[in-house]
């Protein structure tokens, strides 16, 4: 079983620790499915629009905000989601791994209280974590305790749903690492 750790409860050393092990786990798999050394891959933090939204879909987008709530408690919506606030379910690259490893919920009264990662069109359940642990410690960060690992080509759909029917949109950033092949350039 996962869960959400708020960040001020693990000691910098931990979180240091945490990070790690999610790169680690990332670094693995791909070594893993494309039969390569782990010393030959890097991880590197994502830049959002470029790596997890279809260029098509980019315009505009300088960041990443899940949908507004629409008014209905218990709502589920994308997390990916462009200016348009269109659903996305973007693919993982052939040659990346997606690992997710923290959360941040920035918006003040959070109306958020669940987090969902999907394998899939939202068919296949990850991981689910409960925001709320959050809000009870009045607290804005925290720490998965299993990373959530995507492979190449898995397609990926993160959801949130709404506790609270306030119409607002609500800001939720995860941290995440995308494990790549380090890239060589010839001069």
């Not at 949908?67 to 348009?84: F, I, K, M, R, Y």
């Not at 607290?139 to 749903?161: A, K, R």
């Not at 494990?179 to 001069?187: D, F, H």
Request: charge should be negative.
């Amino acid at each position: 079983m996962s869960y959400v750790i708020p960040t001020s409860t693990i000691s910098l050393s931990e979180q240091m620790r945490m990070r790690k092990v999610a790169a680690d786990k990332g670094k693995a798999a791909l070594a893993n499915a494309l039969s390569r050394s782990m010393d030959s891959l890097i991880e590197r933090s994502p830049w959002y629009p470029v790596d997890f939204v279809p260029a098509a879909t980019r315009a505009g987008l300088g960041g990443w905000l899940s949908q507004p709530q629409a008014g209905a408690v218990g709502t589920a919506v994308s997390l990916l989601a462009d200016n348009a606030f269109a659903a996305l379910t973007p693919t993982v690259p052939n040659n990346n791994v997606w690992v997710f490893w923290g959360v941040h919920c920035l918006t003040l009264l959070d109306p958020v209280s669940r987090l969902n990662f999907f394998i899939g069109t939202g068919t296949i359940p990850k991981q689910q974590y409960d925001l709320e642990v959050l809000q009870s410690k009045l607290e804005t960060d925290g720490y998965f305790t299993q990373p959530m690992v995507y492979l190449p080509q898995d397609v990926v759909t993160i959801t949130i749903n709404f506790r609270v029917a306030t119409g607002v949109a609500a800001r939720i950033v995860l941290d995440a690492f995308v494990i790549e092949p380090e890239q060589v350039t010839q001069v």
